[in-house]
């Protein structure tokens, strides 16, 4: 008999050809997708260039996504937009998005069925933690890694001792997963998850969509966390059906599995919340946190761009307007959330508020374009980061939340919670 | 590898954003990013260091993004070697893979001051502090990331695998 696993050393374990793995041990892992953007491609090509092979491992496992400055900003995006598009061309990748077919890649991918249970993915993009929330093992890399992934359809790893998060209680009014995962980063820092895997679980865990599965398994990374999962359920089940382009596998932590910490939280207890600057730890409650004015409000990303958020913020400005001192931007995550969106009039209701709403992009999450920060600036944003600098100038401020809190704040002119409008 | 040069000492979670802010990732170009390394945090941090200095910081460094642009700037702006007490383990990856030089060392970064001469020899995992006179031991590195960093980097590695199996 093995050892008793978790769920994240099983996947690992079944994908470097071992029964059992243990942390700390390093192994070499058979890669299900390997993922680049317009940032991190160029990057990767150039390092794969240098292995001196001529083809990738496998053109249908290596996803590549221009969504961090396009629909390109200028001329230097538009060349390194362009080194991908040719790269694509030329080895013939498979999962290539163009402007138009295009989203923020950790909404796309789970979206067009492209990840699935028990997956091994790296992408050259820290967020790609987000796939956990399908039960897979995703983790974020640097291009050479990617490279190296592209280049063999392996990467190796050290295994991660994981923390157990067991949630209990059900969510307040316009309390969200968002809220949750703020709550735990606030909670353990920014490094207290450091070389870990973060595993939710729980009654609470279990009763969130997969919208909000994926905001707490793509801001395991603000916790230092190498992966956040989430084991397959029904829910899991009823979204990769029909869905999902290979046949996935499902695995579970054995009962008696070793974790480094066992963390509970009483969910019940919590409140909207928000991150001040500059770091995503940095949390308070939004009841507490009236007196914080800003002058931009972002909806968005691959932390909170997906169909639940867009409902969740026309829910709060319906019939409403974006305070006069507001620039209010929504951008849909995908195109099929996009286009979802409109189907359900959601966009008369951002349009009607005064909202201005984006084709899909990162755009503003690093400062990219559609939305950058003057001297000074603040914006409530449902991002992932506040670091100094982010969404512009370097003395501007992001102050992170969920979809509900920033259409709030939108409506109020200073943080606020929906309970706060008329 | 020996290096020796000034300290530069900074605190904890020194993110991406910082050592590198996205306004510049519009190039790979390691010369350009250069120019804008830590820019955020101290802007005169690319005047004041000269070729071959240290880095040293506290818990956590490199957080964020997983942007190789943050190791590539740090490394073309003249940096030997960063040292701190942990580093964010994308960063930690991306330094390995790129091959820019870094060290694990509670005891180096309580030591060091800014400003301090520091004398390291990474192979053996020993950094000395001239201006005051102390040696620090550094965290040694698990022997398969060794390997890595004896190649060249990952990309190297890769090739010699490569060639491995092509024949």
Redesign the interface.
Known sequence: MPRPMTITEKILAAHAGLDEVEPGQ?INCALDIVLAND??A??AI??FR????EKVWDAEKIALVPD??TPN??I??AE?AKVMRDFVNEQGITHYYEIGCMGVEHALLPEQGVVGAGDVII????H?CTYGALGAFAT??????A??GM??GEA?F?VPASIKFVVTGELGPWVSGKDLILHIIGMIG??GA??QAMEFTGPTVEALGMDDRMTVCNMA?EA?G?SGIIAVDDTTRAYLDGRAERPWTEYFSDPDAEYARVIEIDASQLKPTVSFPH?PSNTRLAEDSRDVWVDQVVIGSCTNGRIEDMRIAAEVLKGRKVHENIRLIIIPATQEIYRQAMHEGLFDIFLDANAAVSTPTCGPC???HMGILAAGERAVATTN?N????MGD?TSEVYLSSPAVAAATAVAGHIAVPEDLE | MKFHGTAHKYGRDIDTDVIIPARYLTTSVPEELAKHCMEDLDPEFVNKIEFGDILVAEENFGCGSSREHAPISIKAAGISVVIAKSFARIFYRNAINTGLAIMESEEAVDGISDGDEVEVDADAGVIVNVTKGETYRAQPFPPFVKDIIEKGGLIEAVKEKVAAHGD
């Open positions: 390093l940032v991190t160029p990057i150039r390092e240098r292995t001196g092979l961090h400055y900003k200028d230097k995006s390194q992408g050259a993009d820290s790609t974020g890399v640097g291009s050479t890694d490279a190296a280049a063999t190796w050290k920014v490094d450091l070389y990374i230092g190498k770091l690093l400062g990219g980061r670091f100094v600098g982010r370097p």
